[in-house]
């Protein structure tokens, strides 16, 4: 029999990391933040409903400590708090269908066992479901096979009053009978300076003039912009970093230097995009900031860095 699956990219890779064996387990729940920041949120074991498959072993490695079930595992990051939770080679729960009748059924389901354990509810900016399809025959068929939905996996776009945190997430598969297959969450706290840095340079664009004025410092053809929080990916373990910015969507290309502008701006833009786009992270006053994930080789111009954002 072959077997083929269809499903929209999602990280769910367990990273391997830096063997961490002296620190503890993050607290599970809420993470509070001072007075105008953004609270936080910590899975892990206790209320994780991911299906371990009955007793589970406690294994500590790497920077992870996971546990480790018939059905599944589940591993938290000692140093940075994300966690990911994924079905095992061989379990029952790869052949269990979604929960629900229709996607919005799942995307309620997640979104109530999140907030039930302590995300925050008033920073969900919106829960979109992508669909994994499967295809079952034999190899040497030639006929067209038809598709059958296999799973739903929803996911949790985080947003501070109104505005986008992309780098934050959860998400979560459900199956039939309500148990969760796999799941990933990292929803780290952001400080006081930072959301009002966001809400700032908010208030900075909304004025056209002033939104003029800032592109006019940034040496790309933008195609999409908007203001945002960033921060440190769930997949790096240096310091926490995060800071407001000005994102912008471009075409792949590289940022010419500051003399140049003038010859850049004077370059036709193509009639169709044939590159492919990136966002790329601008502050107030236009100088490009990069997250540690998108830190540049050693020997390449390296622009400043923003102040750590954690609460």
Request: aromatic content about 6%; glycine content about 10%.
């Amino acid at each position: 029999m072959r077997r083929i699956t269809f499903l929209v990219p999602m990280a769910m890779t367990l990273v391997a990391c830096v063997s961490a064996p002296t620190l503890r387990t993050p607290p599970e729940g809420p993470i509070s933040a001072s007075a105008g920041g953004a609270a936080g949120y910590q899975h892990g074991v206790r209320g994780s409903r991911l299906d371990l498959g009955g007793r589970a072993r406690r294994v500590v490695e790497r920077g992870y400590v996971r546990e480790v079930g018939r059905e599944a595992t589940l591993a938290v990051n000692l140093k940075n708090g994300s966690a990911f939770g994924v079905p095992n080679a061989n379990a029952r729960s790869q052949h269990s269908g979604p929960y629900g009748a229709s996607p919005e059924a799942h995307e309620a389901s997640v979104r109530d066992y999140f907030v039930y354990l302590g995300l925050p509810a008033e920073q969900i900016l919106r829960v979109r479901t992508l669909t994994q399809l499967e295809a079952h025959g034999r190899g040497d068929e030639t006929r067209t096979v038809p598709l059958v939905l296999a799973a739903y996996y929803s996911v949790i776009d985080r947003g501070v009053q109104g505005i986008p945190v992309p780098d934050s997430f959860a998400w979560a598969r459900v199956d039939t009978e309500g148990k969760v297959i796999a799941e990933g969450i990292y929803w780290p706290a952001l400080s006081p300076a930072v959301v009002a840095g966001a809400l700032k340079l908010r208030d900075a664009v909304a004025d056209p003039q002033r939104q003029a004025a800032l592109e006019a410092k940034i040496p790309l053809r933008i195609r999409d912009h908007g203001v945002a929080i960033r921060h440190s990916s769930a997949y790096v373990e240096t310091p926490f970093e995060a800071f407001p910015s000005y994102d912008v969507a471009v075409l792949s290309q590289a940022l010419p230097e500051r003399g140049q502008l003038a010859v850049a701006a004077q370059t036709e833009a193509p009639s169709r995009p044939n590159g492919t786009m990136e966002i790329r992270h601008f502050d107030e006053n236009g100088v490009e900031l990069r997250l540690p994930q998108e830190q540049r080789s050693l020997g390449a111009a390296t622009p400043r860095r923003p102040p750590t954002g954690r609460d």
